[in-house]
């Protein structure tokens, strides 16, 4: 029997990388992607700990040793071009990309936010839900473009507000979700499912038109 090939990605980290354990979880449990560096702006981020423990080569370029953005991703490039990634996936990764950066790795570069975009682009996602008095929320994950938290949609799970609920309790059941939607995207990615071609993408061989969608406790597939 062949071995199963499997999507090489490099993964990008500012904090704690809890869903960047979900990623490891899920390539332990068979996710066909093979992490090969995970990178951080930040020497103390909690994910290099969560890579090295898991056999991950880790880096870290410090976004302050740099005078421009500009400079600084275009090291970034550098050095995530050495892992030869098919997949660059962000997981907390606190900057804001230059257009220079996300072009070279359009159609390739992904992100997770946590709300119903494009519904509370930007931080504090959870507050602004509650003081609206929504009674929705959710997570997206995104193909990345120069436009903050706006690049086309992929799969998107939506959360129930609880009357009680406070930031808190609402941030970590959006979570708990986040770690399920991101390792399956990035699954279909692995699986050649999810293709971007003339523009285009496609999932399963047809065009996607808008979000696909999981609810809550479940997946519900496109058409």
């Given amino acids: 029997m ?3 090939v499997k999507l090489p990605i490099v993964v990008l980290v500012s904090g704690s990388g809890s869903n960047l354990q979900a ?3 899920a390539a332990d449990s068979g996710l066909p992607v093979e992490i090969r560096a995970v990178i951080s702006n930040r ?7 969560r ?3 898991a056999g991950i080569a880790t880096a870290v370029l410090d976004h302050q040793a740099f005078q421009t953005r500009e400079a600084y991703d275009r090291e970034l490039v550098r050095l995530i071009d050495s892992y030869q990634p098919g997949l660059v996936v962000l997981a907390g990764f606190m900057r804001i990309l230059t257009p220079q950066f996300v072009n070279h790795y359009r159609d390739r570069l992904l992100n997770i936010h946590p709300s119903l975009l494009p519904n509370y682009r930007g931080l504090h996602t959870h507050r602004r839900v509650l003081e609206a008095g929504d009674r929705e929320h959710g997570a997206s ?3 990345v ?4 938290d706006g690049g086309p949609l992929l799969l998107q799970v939506r959360v129930p507000v609880e009357a009680d609920d406070d930031e808190e309790t609402l941030a970590a059941r959006v979570l708990s979700q986040e ?3 991101y390792p399956t995207v990035i ?3 692995a699986e050649g499912r999810i293709k971007v071609r003339n523009g285009t993408i496609q999932f399963d061989g047809k065009p996607l038109e808008g979000a696909l969608t999981m609810p809550f406790n479940g997946f519900r597939d496109a058409g």
């Fill in 2 to 4: 062949s071995e199963t």
């Fill in 23 to 25: 990623i490891i979880d």
């Fill in 43 to 49: 020497a103390e981020a909690f994910g290099l700990t």
């Fill in 51 to 53: 890579a090295e423990r």
């Fill in 141 to 143: 994950v995104h193909l």
């Fill in 145 to 148: 473009t120069e436009e903050l």
């Fill in 179 to 181: 770690h399920i939607i």
């Fill in 187 to 189: 699954g279909w990615f």
